[in-house]
């Protein structure tokens, strides 16, 4: 069964780095084809695609947020980290990881499964 | 950058109806779109990918169609459950990209 949760603070100042947590299980990182990415929606609004690593370690930007992403793996852990420099209160949002999917097609282009969601508040 | 309109942003709708979501791309995009459903406090559920295919579990009532710009989600009959709010997303060249959403009410 996989599962997917996301954990990090639900506080964070303005200016701080976020870093969230996404740990998952039923399916392990280190197996080709396998690809998680981090998903954001502020409260009322719509969804927002943030950032994507693969089994290869490849890694994959929101054009519009790129510079202030990071995304990595721990595959023995079943974990992907994201990092977000330089909060400002409109980051605040619930983020979600999911898991990519292909459906065989070899283009990982949909999210099959989801976390939660945890959501992140950006105040002083 | 492709933009993803849907339309409308809110429908109101009973329950045995048959609706139709519609999500339009700036311009001719491949097959590769998804649709999801998402209710209040909830993580977006997926219900459609590759523009037809449906997702393991997901009710047959539910469709997905569409090329080149213009895609769409219908629901056949319409039943207490699926009322929600449903995005629809496309993916290109390692990006990804979601509609801003519609409201299903009743």
């Known amino acids: 069964q996989v599962t997917l949760r996301e954990s990090g603070p639900a506080l964070v100042r303005p200016t701080q780095t976020l870093t969230l947590t996404c740990t998952f299980q039923?399916?392990?990182?280190?197996?080709?084809?396998?690809?998680v990415s981090w998903i954001r929606q502020p409260p009322g609004k719509a969804l927002e695609w943030l950032a994507r690593?693969?089994?290869?370690?490849?890694?994959y930007y929101s054009t519009s947020l790129e510079t202030r992403l990071t995304i990595s793996k721990d595959a023995s852990k079943n974990q992907v980290v994201l990092t977000m420099t330089n909060m400002d209160p409109v980051d605040t949002a619930t983020y979600y990881c999911?898991?990519?999917?292909?459906?065989?097609?070899?283009?990982?282009?949909?999210?099959?499964?989801w976390g939660q969601g945890t959501l992140v508040t950006v105040s002083s | 950058d492709i933009q993803m309109t849907q339309s409308p942003s809110t429908l109101s709708a009973s329950v045995g109806d048959r609706v139709t979501i519609t999500c339009r791309a700036s311009?001719?995009?491949?097959?590769?779109l998804a649709w999801y459903q998402q209710k209040p406090g909830k993580a977006p559920k997926l219900l459609i990918y590759?523009?037809?295919r449906l997702a393991s579990g997901v009710p047959s009532r539910f469709s997905g169609s569409g090329s080149g710009t213009g895609f769409t989600l219908t629901i056949s009959s319409l039943q207490p459950a699926d009322f929600a709010t449903y995005y629809c997303?496309?993916?290109?060249?390692?990006?990804?990209?979601f509609g801003q959403g519609t409201n299903l009410e009743i």
């Open positions: 690593i693969d089994w290869d370690d490849n890694k």
């Open positions: 999911a898991r990519i999917g292909s459906g065989g097609s070899g283009y990982y282009s949909f999210f099959d499964y």
């Open positions: 997303q496309h993916y290109d060249s390692y990006s990804y990209t």
């Open positions: 590759q523009a037809y």
């Open positions: 311009q001719s995009i491949t097959g590769w």
């Open positions: 039923g399916f392990s990182l280190s197996t080709t084809t396998m690809c």
